[in-house]
């Protein structure tokens, strides 16, 4: 089913490039719900699981900023999201021994251990919501999508 039939639009889109941001704005939505529920079930948003999972792939504890921008989800308050993980024992902040104005915020044991919980349901998602479409043109796919990406950052 094309874009414009599943939102019964009865109307053409104005451009191929409407169409397209809709049709990837959409998708984001659909990937994002599905995401959503199994973060659900462990207690979790898709925010929240981000920023779990951004201090579990990085090395060393993090600050909010440092946060923000290995976010795939951009969101203003990462402190909220910070303070909710605290709040459930899956991070931890840290003062800086050398600036005490300058808070880490690192990963527990707890939040590693539900990292590793979710790692392979996660895959199994990925591979369900990827199953039609060959490796070459998810190859394709992730290359188009960085020339989005770029043509994105160019505009602004």
Request: net charge neutral; glycine share 6%; proline share 3%.
């Amino acid at each position: 089913m094309n874009l414009r039939e599943e939102l019964k639009r009865p109307v053409p889109f104005a451009s191929l490039q409407q169409e397209t941001l809709l049709n990837l704005l959409r998708v984001g939505d659909q990937i994002a719900n599905k995401a959503s529920r199994l973060f659900r079930e462990h207690g979790l948003t898709l925010s929240r699981f981000n920023v779990l999972r951004s201090l579990d792939l990085a090395d060393r504890p993090l600050t909010c900023g440092e946060i923000g921008e290995r976010m795939i989800h951009v969101v203003p308050a990462i402190t909220g999201l910070v303070d909710q993980l605290e709040k459930h024992g899956l991070v931890e902040r840290r003062r800086c021994k050398r600036d005490r104005r300058v808070v880490y915020i690192a990963i527990t044991e707890t939040g590693h251990d539900l990292c590793e919980e979710l790692r392979e349901p996660l895959d199994e998602l990925e591979l369900r919501l990827m199953a039609g479409m060959s490796d070459e043109e998810l190859r394709s796919l992730v290359n188009l999508l960085g020339k989005v990406r770029s043509s994105i950052a160019a505009a602004e």
